[in-house]
């Protein structure tokens, strides 16, 4: 992370890792918040909910990385620092709706499907726009920036085009963007792509396996 950060001119601190933990026990997580991870991601609401409760006692905040259902909405709210793939407004409507119970705005990403992959969930980024500029509508919900996914295919060069893809859309929609719309984050790169995304301006990177090799099943 350092080292890409460095060739983009940027400071390491710019960029934070969630360590994704659908990989591993609660064990390994805590060993995990002990090397000083305190940003912890799941792609499954009920493993969230699981693990947030088993490891209240930790001083973490926990990422939805994952496709969220709206009928689960309630239950991972509480539990969530912040959303990172919310994919259609209907679910944004869900959030703002829940949102009233909580002492905060729901925090969340807006999902934008770069690749064009049929099997991904997102908005195509030609809605995304659309999406900010009604966003004023959801005031118990806080959008804080914009997540993908690159290509499956294609290497370090595709994904890095993506990433530009995006960064290049959010710099578009800033002024668009009503009060309620931050677009300060954006949530790009995993294990395998990491480095492209910080070099293309990620905020945010969701890292599992890298972080796990050698650790027994």
């Known amino acids: 992370m350092a080292t890409a950060a460095a060739q983009a001119g940027r400071s390491p601190d710019d960029v934070r890792l969630v360590a994704v933990t659908k990989y591993v026990d609660t064990d390994v997580v805590r060993d995990l918040v ?33 496709h969220l259902q709206r009928n689960k909405v ?28 909580l002492p905060r705005p729901a925090n969340v990403l807006l999902e934008v499907n770069i690749s064009g992959d049929a099997e991904k969930h997102g908005f195509a980024p030609a809605n995304v726009r659309e999406v900010v500029e009604r966003a004023g509508k959801y005031p118990h919900v806080q959008v804080c920036g914009l997540m993908t996914m690159a290509h499956r295919e294609g290497g370090a060069e595709v994904a890095r085009r993506d990433f530009a893809a995006l960064r290049r859309l959010r710099d578009e929609l800033v002024d668009r963007a009503p009060p309620n719309v931050r677009l300060d984050e954006l949530s790009m790169g995993m294990s395998n792509d990491y480095p492209q995304a910080i070099l293309e301006g990620a905020t945010l990177i969701r890292v599992g396996r890298a972080l796990y090799e050698g650790v027994p099943d």
Not at 42 to 59: G, I, N, Y
Not at 83 to 90: I, K, P
């Open 74 to 101: 309630r239950r991972t709210l509480p539990a969530v620092q912040l959303t990172h793939s919310v994919d259609s407004t209907r679910l944004l409507q869900e959030m703002d709706r829940e949102a009233v119970n």
């Open 34 to 66: 002990a090397a000083g991870c305190r940003s912890l991601g799941e792609s499954r609401p009920q493993a969230l909910w699981e693990k947030a409760d088993a490891l209240a006692d930790l001083d973490v905040e926990w990422h939805l990385v994952g």
